[in-house]
Structure formats: structure tokens, C-alpha cells
């Protein structure tokens, strides 16, 4: 076996589904961030080069927009393979775990950390494909635990909720404590 190899194999490219995409938003997000920097940033007179706040963010979004341009010529004039929309879709899909979050920390304030955290956990557990009572009350188990640590143990300093608004002026008080 050779160790040898030629200059063609060692920069041999391998294209992946998806790739053209990929360059593609990687190019214009470098171009959108270029046409910030001037506004972003600034250039005081007198100073050196180097130490200018505009010139190192200059130098690596330059260099992200050659890369990401090369990126994309190497991957238009290699040779297309098939799947590039799934490969994308599977982007896409895993921005639902941001909806997700986004959509468990607007509720926590009304609806509490304690419901919000229990409620939000099965209902992962649910989208995960689990379906078994013994699992989704683990689940359960397991968000109460994660609330009484960070609250008791812990004492993070989190919102509570205004359901806790309603109840009676004991379990108010217990709650917004400790849950």
C-alpha cells in the first residue's frame, strides 16, 4: 500500500445532498453581514491597522464571503447528486425544536414554570414517539424533579405564573416558592 498520493487525489472533492444550498446561504448571509459592517462598526483616525474595531471583522467576513464563493463555484460545477430537498427539508425540520422552546418560554410566565415545564416535556415525549403511561409519567417525574431543583435547590429566580394569580393565598404562596 502507497502513501504517495497526487495532488488530484489529496484535493479530490465529495459532494454532498444539499451542498449548493448550503454555499449558496452561506455566500449571502457573508454578503448581508459585509453590508453591515460599515454601519456596525467603527474606524478611529490615527489608530494602527490592526487595532482598528472594523478591521478584524472585515478580514473574517471577507474571508467567509471567498470561501463561501469558492464553495459555491466548487459545487456548481460538480457533478449534481440527487436528494438535495431532502437534505434541506431535514434543515428545516430541526427548526421545530426552536419553535418548540420559543413557545415553552412565552408560556412559562402564564402559565407557570412548574405546568408549563411538565406539560412541555410530555408533550416532547410525545413527538418523540414515545407513548407508553409508565414513559410519559417518567417524563412527568422527571420535569418535576428538574423544577424542584432549580427552585429549591438552586434558587433560580424564575417567573411565576399568573394561574398561580388564582389560587387560594397558602397554596399561592407554596407555589410561587417552591414550584
Same mark, same amino acid.
Given at each position: 500500500?502507497?502513501?504517495?498520493? !497526487?495532488?488530484? /487525489?489529496?484535493?479530490?472533492? +465529495?459532494?454532498?445532498?444539499?451542498? &449548493?444550498?448550503?454555499?449558496?446561504? &452561506?455566500? %449571502? ?5 459585509? !453590508?453591515?459592517? +460599515?454601519?456596525? !462598526? ?5 489608530? *494602527?491597522?490592526f487595532a482598528?474595531?472594523?478591521?478584524? *471583522?472585515?478580514?473574517?467576513? /471577507? ?17 449534481? &447528486?440527487h436528494g ?12 421545530? +425544536?426552536?419553535?418548540?422552546? &420559543?413557545? #415553552?418560554?412565552?408560556?412559562? $410566565? #402564564?402559565?407557570?414554570?412548574? $405546568? ?13 414517539? #414515545?407513548?407508553? *403511561?409508565?414513559?410519559l409519567a417518567? /417524563? ?5 424533579? %428538574?423544577?424542584?431543583?432549580?427552585? /429549591? ?5 424564575? *417567573?411565576?405564573?399568573?394561574? +398561580? ?8 404562596? %407554596?407555589?410561587? !416558592?417552591?414550584?
Amino acid at each position: 500500500m502507497s502513501r504517495v498520493k !497526487t495532488l488530484q /487525489t489529496l484535493f479530490k472533492r +465529495y459532494r454532498r445532498p444539499g451542498d &449548493i444550498v448550503f454555499a449558496w446561504i &452561506i455566500l %449571502i448571509v457573508a454578503l448581508l453581514l459585509l !453590508t453591515q459592517l +460599515y454601519d456596525q !462598526t467603527a474606524w478611529r483616525k490615527g489608530g *494602527p491597522l490592526f487595532a482598528q474595531p472594523r478591521f478584524w *471583522p472585515a478580514v473574517s467576513l /471577507t474571508g467567509m464571503a471567498g470561501f463561501a464563493a469558492f464553495h459555491l463555484l466548487g459545487s456548481a460545477l460538480s457533478e449534481r &447528486i440527487h436528494g438535495r430537498w431532502q437534505e434541506v427539508w431535514l434543515w428545516l425540520s430541526s427548526l421545530e +425544536y426552536a419553535g418548540w422552546f &420559543i413557545a #415553552y418560554a412565552a408560556a412559562v $410566565p #402564564y402559565a407557570g414554570y412548574l $405546568p408549563a415545564t411538565v406539560f412541555f416535556a410530555v408533550a416532547l415525549a410525545l413527538r418523540a414517539g #414515545y407513548r407508553r *403511561p409508565a414513559t410519559l409519567a417518567i /417524563t412527568a417525574a422527571s420535569a418535576g424533579v %428538574i423544577v424542584l431543583l432549580f427552585k /429549591t435547590l438552586l434558587k433560580v429566580n424564575l *417567573p411565576a405564573g399568573r394561574v +398561580y394569580e388564582a389560587l387560594p393565598d397558602g397554596l399561592r404562596q %407554596i407555589m410561587l !416558592t417552591y414550584f
